[in-house]
């Protein structure tokens, strides 16, 4: 099982930007789909954004399409999640995840619904206020 840590959360104003990384202790990150999810003070956790082992499949959520990217550095054992124009409601504890890869209709449903029960981070707090 992969060990995943975050890092890259903090303070920011509205309207500014912030990536968050992924780092996965193993030799089989290229082997999971991975994702970015989210849980706000007294809500439950959100996914937000899913990538496939061979970065042929995306998936984001309907909240936060278009203002956010995922992406991969299988070399470097780093996934990211890059968030624009940051507001007071993104304000949440935000974790990674990995699940292992089967087949591409597989990862593709593993992604649309963000369903995964691999590894987790420990997660990295984004708060963003003026």
């Known amino acids: 099982q992969l060990r995943l840590v975050e890092s890259g959360g903090g303070l920011v104003r509205p309207g500014e930007s912030l990536k968050l990384s992924c780092v996965a202790a193993?030799?089989?990150?290229?082997?999971?789909?991975v994702a970015w999810f989210r849980q706000a003070p007294g809500k439950g956790r959100e996914g937000l954004a899913c990538i496939g082992t061979t970065e042929t499949t995306y998936y984001y959520a309907q909240s936060v399409k278009g203002r956010v990217v995922i992406s991969r550095d299988n070399a470097q054992s780093t996934f990211y999640l890059e968030i624009l124009n940051l507001e007071p409601e993104d304000t949440a504890t935000y974790y990674c995840?990995?699940?292992?890869?089967?087949?591409?209709?597989?990862?593709?449903?593993?992604?649309?619904?963000?369903?995964?029960?691999?590894?987790w981070g420990q997660g990295t707090r984004v708060t963003v206020s003026s």
């Open positions: 995840a990995a699940d292992r890869r089967y087949t591409d209709r597989e990862e593709y449903k593993l992604c649309a619904s963000f369903r995964f029960s691999g590894s």
């Open positions: 193993g030799l089989s990150l290229d082997q999971h789909t």
